[in-house]
């Protein structure tokens, strides 16, 4: 896909990801929550936008040079056109830019198309987490894409 822009996300922006979130997760983040990352100095809250409208957003935490990815995803009307890969890739480089030297995750271990983006992206699994998810109960998968060379 290339007529899409990744920015910072704003109060605008809330609204739209909140539907993104609910469409794709049983337990989604509140607009409440949404908010909350917004003013979170440790929150990295960006969006894909088409023609200046959010199709899709990532929200992770900066912890002491880790970073942690909290929630990825897409609107179901643009997934599999590659903004889920260019939001993952935005996150790697600028975790890069921010001297981090790992970002950490949890997956569903059901979750294939996830999976498979990760693993693409070099994120290693290194753990499972059981009964991490609920709406189902389901266990998770931790990944790891390690940013600094001395670490692998």
């Not at 979130?21 to 509140?30: L, Q």
């Not at 693993?119 to 290693?124: A, K, L, R, T, Y």
Request: net charge negative.
């Amino acid at each position: 896909m290339k007529d899409f822009e990744i920015r910072a996300a704003t109060q605008v922006d809330v609204f739209p990801c909140a539907q993104i979130e609910a469409e794709n997760f049983s337990e989604p983040w509140s607009a409440n929550a949404l908010t909350d990352a917004l003013t979170d100095t440790n929150s990295l809250f960006y969006v894909i936008c088409v023609q200046n409208n959010a199709v899709g957003y990532y929200i992770a935490g900066n912890i002491c040079d880790e970073i942690n990815l909290y929630t990825i995803a897409v609107a179901d009307e643009y997934k599999g056109k590659g903004c889920g890969k260019a939001l993952l890739q935005h996150l790697i480089a600028l975790s890069k830019l921010m001297s981090a030297l790992f970002i950490g995750l949890e997956v569903r271990v059901s979750n294939e198309r996830a999976i498979a983006l990760y693993e693409q992206n070099g994120f290693i699994r290194n753990g499972k987490r059981p009964d991490f998810y609920k709406k189902p109960t389901e266990d998770a998968y931790l990944y790891t894409l390690y940013l600094n060379e001395e670490m692998t």
